[in-house]
């Protein structure tokens, strides 16, 4: 997917700042889904724009 220095990466890192477009979004939803076992919809990286809020999101579907 991405290749990212784990030092970039900060909870309030937005997805686009990493380089996340709307290809690898998808990608990232799926694998996301797949790991947890969980359906997200298209959009919840555009509602859920950082690190910390989309966790936040996760969190709330426990």
């Known amino acids: 997917m ?3 220095d784990p030092a970039r990466i900060k909870p309030d890192s937005t997805f ?3 380089g996340l477009d ?3 979004a998808v990608h990232f939803i799926l694998e996301v ?3 947890y076992r969980i359906e997200l919809y298209p959009g919840v990286t555009d509602d859920y724009p950082d690190l910390a809020r ?3 999101y996760l969190e709330s579907l426990k």
């Open 54 to 56: 989309f966790v936040e």
């Open 33 to 35: 889904e797949g790991e």
């Open 22 to 24: 709307s290809a690898t």
């Open 16 to 18: 686009a700042s990493l």
């Open 2 to 4: 991405l290749e990212i």
